[in-house]
């Protein structure tokens, strides 16, 4: 009996412990717990955050953790932002932080001011505060003044989201829904947002390349970004925004790159006797890709050759492809080739293929040919043959462009403007809201067609091509959301591995 006593006191106790505990949980959020799961997290990606001087990683943790402290604070106050200028760069380059940068930018519609107003008066944090300009509401900062002495020394920004502890801070730059130059009542052929450009003037664009806000992922924080983040970015930097940025690590500092912007873009159009070989290019750019096998550099020297040969064929017969598949995750991941990869694919309407097989009797290149699957009208690939004798060793795509020396090559897939499950191509009278391709394990998926048009350039490894309007939405459809960060394969005491 007295055993029994004391057990029965010992589950009371530890019942009363659980329920202690529990009490205790409660006066924490959930919200508090995953933003301590987070910063845990912001150690594993600072790794992949290049450093050049002492102080860089000192500096690029306190401006993530500074942006998961606003990240928070937005979501729980319900503030509409969106990432900005050189923060949007780092997103569009790297989809993440900028090495060497100081701060962080973003904007709210300067109307949503007033909303930032209130949260200046919480007490939300002991190492955080946010500052508001008292005269956000003039629009013209040359009118502003400083107030130094209540730490306002900014005119430009509405206001600043500042970290006191390790002294850095989110800028917040007002967006306007009217040119400030023009007054309020002239009407523009389509909406217009207002900003700041990087020499301080005035720059407008349609209201489509920023709203409906999207989702991202910025060095791994969840953010908001404009609608067309690419667009922005060559507005108002123009096409080297795309490629590479301005600084560049030199002797342990960070410095203007002494390779001129303008160079780079000409190593694509071709415009000026002083650009670099083709040659030379690719070696250029085969500097940023890892290897990790004794084959990788060769293989993957062919690789990026033929991706700029296609790149120039395709320009100059017009053809309409877009980067998908592996080729595409690779883009996603790191704005060029995944370094394990053994092929390139694009896609294009199934419809424009007789295009390829005109180019494919002519003498175009002495290096490159291209052959198309005789049976490329049949829809399903298992009712095709292979035509072995003609060099047709493949069904699934209904063309490739290949290396004759090496065989590697790029797969050219098709898609459609109906979903052969349920139609063909006779019985669509009317363009599609839809396009369909195979997916990775070979089954139908339709997708929205705006998801791939307008079609936009983009940089493949610095190397001009042509990308799908929204190529993380179809990477996620079709590989899951982790293949937006994370390489199926890993490289392991030589050897390419999965990435399990």
């Known amino acids: 009996m007295r055993y029994y006593r004391i057990f029965i006191a010992i589950t009371i106790a530890f019942i009363f412990g659980i329920v202690l505990i529990f009490n205790n949980y409660q006066t924490f959020s959930y919200s508090q717990i995953i933003l301590a799961y987070k910063k845990n997290s912001i150690e594993k990606v600072l790794v992949q955050i290049p450093t050049c001087t002492p102080d860089d990683r000192a500096r690029q943790r306190a401006l993530l953790h500074t942006l998961l402290q606003w990240s928070q604070l937005a979501q729980e106050h319900n503030i509409q932002y969106w990432i900005a200028y050189k923060t949007l760069l780092g997103y569009v380059q790297r989809d993440g932080l900028l090495p060497h940068a100081l701060n962080l930018d973003i904007l709210v519609m300067a109307q949503d001011t007033s909303h930032l107003a209130e949260l200046c008066t919480l007490n939300f944090s002991s190492n955080y505060e946010l500052k508001l300009h008292p005269q956000w509401f003039i629009v013209e900062k040359t009118k502003r003044s400083y107030f130094n002495q209540e730490g306002i020394d900014f005119v430009e920004p509405n206001a600043r989201f500042i970290n006191r502890k390790d002294h850095v801070h989110i800028n917040i730059w007002p967006m306007y829904d009217y040119n400030p130059n023009q007054t309020r009542i002239e009407k523009n052929s389509q909406p217009m947002l207002t900003e700041y450009d990087r020499n301080y003037k005035w720059k407008s664009s349609p209201k489509e390349w920023t709203f409906p806000l999207q989702k991202c992922l910025l060095s791994g924080i969840k953010v908001w970004c404009p609608a067309g983040p ?3 970015g060559v507005h108002l930097y123009g096409q080297s925004f795309l490629i590479k940025s301005p600084i560049e690590c030199i002797n342990g500092a960070w410095k203007k ?3 001129d912007i303008s160079t780079i873009e000409t190593t694509h159009t071709q415009t000026t006797t002083t650009r670099l070989s083709d040659e030379e290019f690719i070696e250029k750019i085969l500097k940023s890709v890892p290897i990790c096998e004794s084959d990788d550099r060769d293989r993957q020297r062919y690789l990026l050759s033929m991706v700029q040969a296609w790149s120039h064929l395709a320009e100059k017969y017009n053809i309409q492809y877009w980067l998908s598949f592996g080729t595409l995750v690779g883009y996603v991941q790191r704005r060029g080739l995944l370094p394990h990869d053994l092929d390139i694919d694009v896609t294009m309407l199934s419809s424009d293929t007789p295009k390829l097989i005109e180019i494919s009797k002519l003498n175009f290149s002495s290096t490159y040919e291209i052959k198309v699957q005789p049976q490329w009208k049949i829809v399903d690939e ?20 290949i290396h004759q020396k090496t065989r590697y090559h790029v797969d050219i897939f098709p898609a459609y403007d109906f979903n052969p499950t349920y139609a063909n191509e006779s019985t669509e009278m009317q ?13 139908w998926l339709s997708y929205p067609r705006n998801w791939t048009y307008p079609l936009v350039t983009c940089y493949f490894s610095e190397i001009q091509a042509l990308c799908p309007a929204e190529p993380k939405k179809l990477v996620e459809t079709i590989y899951g ?15 390419w591995v999965r990435n399990s």
Do not use: M, W
């Open 230 to 232: 690419e667009k922005i």
């Open 257 to 259: 790159s002494h390779e």
């Open 382 to 401: 298992l009712k095709r043959s292979y035509f072995r004798k003609d060099g047709i060793n493949f069904i699934a795509p209904n063309a490739r462009f």
């Open 431 to 443: 363009q599609s809201e839809n396009l369909t391709v195979h997916d990775n394990n070979y089954h």
């Open 481 to 495: 959301a982790s293949s937006l960060t994370k390489s199926d394969k890993k490289c392991v005491n030589g050897s």
